[in-house]
């Protein structure tokens, strides 16, 4: 298989030593994390969705979740010492992260923001995470994280 063109993200990993493997799929237009999982055959909660959210003032941040729940933004405001949190329009999270949304990495984002990460995630033995371009996942062992970007573990899961 040819290699993906170099985004943000895998330079930054490769940069920062942290071993990964890339995992191209058919993208489908709002297709989400099932589309990827069935396209690479794997659990959707190690498929780590990455959302671009923001607070009450406009302050932008990185939220990590499984595939397979949601964010409970009252539950992150209160633990990231906010009043309120919100889903960024795709146009703002574009500007914010330097990605197109479906193609959202963590990691090589445009802006510095703050990484909240749901705790569950970083007790999986892989993830699959966005590699920086829709239809392409990396998969990185998640304890890896941390060598890439600060991190801040949270509890905000809730069912999908």
Same mark, same amino acid.
Request: net charge negative.
């Given at each position: 298989m040819s290699k993906l063109p170099s985004t943000a993200a895998t #330079?930054? %990993? #490769? +940069?920062?030593?942290? &071993?990964?493997? +890339?995992? &191209?799929?058919?993208?489908? +237009?709002?297709?989400?994390?099932? /589309?990827?999982? #069935?396209?690479?055959? @794997?659990?959707?909660?190690? @498929? @780590?969705?990455? %959302?671009i959210m923001e607070d009450e003032a406009g302050a932008p941040m990185v939220v990590l979740m499984h595939g397979d729940r949601e964010v409970s933004v009252k539950a992150l405001a209160r633990q990231a010492g906010r009043k309120t949190i919100q889903i960024c329009r795709p146009e703002v999270a574009n500007r914010h992260s330097g990605y197109q949304v479906g193609g959202t990495s963590p990691f090589g984002t445009r802006k510095q923001m703050p990484v909240f990460v749901e705790r569950s995630i970083l007790a999986l033995p892989r993830i699959y995470i966005n590699g920086g371009s829709r239809g392409? %996942? /990396?998969?990185?062992? &998640? #304890?890896?994280?941390?060598?890439? @970007?600060?991190?801040? &573990?949270v509890d905000v899961a809730i069912e999908g």
């Open positions: #330079r930054l %990993l #490769r +940069e920062k030593g942290i &071993p990964y493997t +890339e995992h &191209p799929y058919r993208y489908e +237009e709002k297709g989400g994390t099932a /589309v990827s999982a #069935r396209e690479l055959s @794997v659990d959707e909660h190690a @498929v @780590v969705k990455t %959302l392409f %996942l /990396v998969a990185i062992d &998640p #304890r890896d994280m941390e060598k890439a @970007v600060a991190i801040t &573990p």
